[in-house]
């Protein structure tokens, strides 16, 4: 049975903590951003509306629109590239923001091209909490080039990585 560590981690330290630990640069952090929103599960479009209340898409988004990072599902796709092969960004007009036309489709398309997960907890028959969740991984080299910035562009993302001694969650 695999340990589970957890290591608080102060703010200018991700990177640092990375180094300390000796994780291989050539494994993967992995990131998990979870949001929620109060839900009415008797309409249709309840999961439509979370998508869309919730931050996680944009939080997504951030994260897709750096060159520096390779960002990939939990099933080692390339979800940018991925999207592209489906079709998602060929709407894009280059004088949008990319940030925000990647959000806008990561909302309306998350559910059928499975870019987020959504739960629903249903409180009686008509109210609820639907949960958006980005479970993503990352590059340990691409983390560890962004130096002090990792930090800021990571900020509320829930981070884990695995090491000789286990799976490592920090905080």
């Known amino acids: 049975m695999p340990h589970h560590h957890r290591r608080e981690f102060k703010m200018g330290t991700l990177v ?3 180094s300390d630990i000796g994780v291989d ?3 993967f952090i992995n990131l998990n951003y979870q949001d929620s929103a109060q839900v009415w599960h008797i309409t249709d479009n309840y999961i439509a509306e ?3 209340e919730t931050a996680t898409a944009s939080r997504l988004a951030e994260l897709l629109v750096r060159k520096d990072l390779t960002v990939l599902s939990r099933w080692d796709e390339n979800i940018l590239v991925e999207m592209r092969a489906n079709g998602l960004l060929n709407a894009y007009e ?4 990319f940030e925000s036309y990647l959000t806008q489709t990561i909302q ?3 559910y059928e ?12 028959y008509k109210r609820g909490v639907c949960e958006v969740t980005a479970n993503l991984k990352i590059p340990v080299k691409e983390v560890l080039a962004l130096g002090d910035e990792a930090d800021s562009v990571f900020l509320g993302w829930n981070i884990s990585v695995r090491t000789k001694a286990g799976l490592l969650t920090l905080e």
């Open 16 to 18: 640092d903590t990375l």
């Open 25 to 27: 640069e050539n494994e």
């Open 50 to 52: 979370a998508l869309v």
């Open 94 to 97: 280059r004088d949008d923001s």
């Open 108 to 110: 309306e398309e998350a």
């Open 113 to 124: 091209y499975d870019l987020l997960s959504v739960a629903t907890e249903k409180y009686d």
